[in-house]
């Protein structure tokens, strides 16, 4: 009887370590986590599904470089063409747009470039390096700095020669090189979700807004299985089925700072890439 009973009472104090291990890890940007949308969207998909999820955030490709070792079951970055790549390389099993939102130039209000109010990205740059004036760039190979780097080489110029000058890379995420740019009056280049939670604003600004070329999409992909067996396949697929779905893509469009929406869900929209 006594024996009985300490098996019931072991089998009753595993239920809740049980129902912990069903999880997965997501890969993921540090927009989408210092935005606060993880902590707005994961609960409720955990309400729905049972499944609670950890989440990596890193730059886009750190974001990757762990996914292809193995260490994520799901990314869910914003770079398309690394993500495309990371699929055709046999990392990924599939890629699907989820969401998308904008990036803005931000800068002090200041404005010693006189960028303020231009709709061309490029030329606001090439402003503020005939300028020199102070730009801190992520440095990170996140898909905010690829986006960066892309609006450089459109504007012609290579910021590199402006480095440890008026070019400052911090390697960090987003939240950190806001706090950069806050303390030492610099422009540079944020996702807009990021940039509605950061509350160290200090004297910046948004400068530079609505040009085509800040258009910043999210793709969501499984880890593949077949390269690493120990993914939470099942798990992951269903995540994404999630978020793709209609409850999912109302969870996205629910979030907002202010009365303001910070990602806008486009999974309708998306073509699967092979």
Not at 23 to 35: K, N, V
Not at 47 to 58: D, F, N, P
Not at 242 to 265: D, H, K, R, T, V
């Amino acid at each position: 009887m006594i024996r009985r009973c300490l098996i019931a009472l072991a089998l009753l104090a595993a239920q809740p370590a049980a129902a912990q291990e069903r999880s997965i890890t997501i890969a993921s940007t540090t927009s989408t986590e210092q935005s606060g949308l993880f902590r707005h969207i994961l609960p409720i998909f955990a309400a729905a599904t049972g499944i609670a999820v950890r989440v990596i955030a890193l730059g886009t490709g750190q974001a990757l470089d762990t996914s292809r070792r193995g260490d994520a079951d799901v990314v869910l970055v914003h770079d398309r063409a690394a993500e495309e790549r990371f699929v055709r390389d046999g990392f990924g099993v599939e890629r699907r747009h989820v969401m998308f939102n904008d990036f803005v130039l931000i800068g002090p209000a200041a404005d010693p470039a006189r960028i303020a109010g231009l709709a061309d990205t490029p030329e606001a740059l090439r402003r503020i390096a005939a300028a020199s004036a102070p730009f801190v760039s992520r440095g990170d190979r996140s898909g905010t700095h690829a986006a960066e780097l892309r609006l450089w080489r459109a504007a012609g110029i290579d910021p590199v020669a402006g480095r440890g000058q008026w070019y400052r890379e911090v390697g960090q995420g987003m939240g950190p090189a806001l706090n950069t740019a806050a303390a030492q009056n610099a422009y540079l280049l944020a996702d807009r979700g990021t940039w509605l939670a950061f509350r160290n604003r200090q004297d910046l600004r948004i400068l530079v807004e609505g040009d085509a070329r800040l258009f910043n999409q999210y793709g969501v992909m499984l880890v593949n299985p077949q390269r690493h067996p120990h993914v939470k396949a099942a798990d992951g697929q269903r995540f994404i089925d999630w978020i793709l779905s209609p409850a999912g893509q109302a969870a996205i469009a629910s979030y907002g700072i202010s009365g303001e929406q910070l990602f806008f869900p486009n999974a309708a929209e998306a073509e699967p890439t092979s």
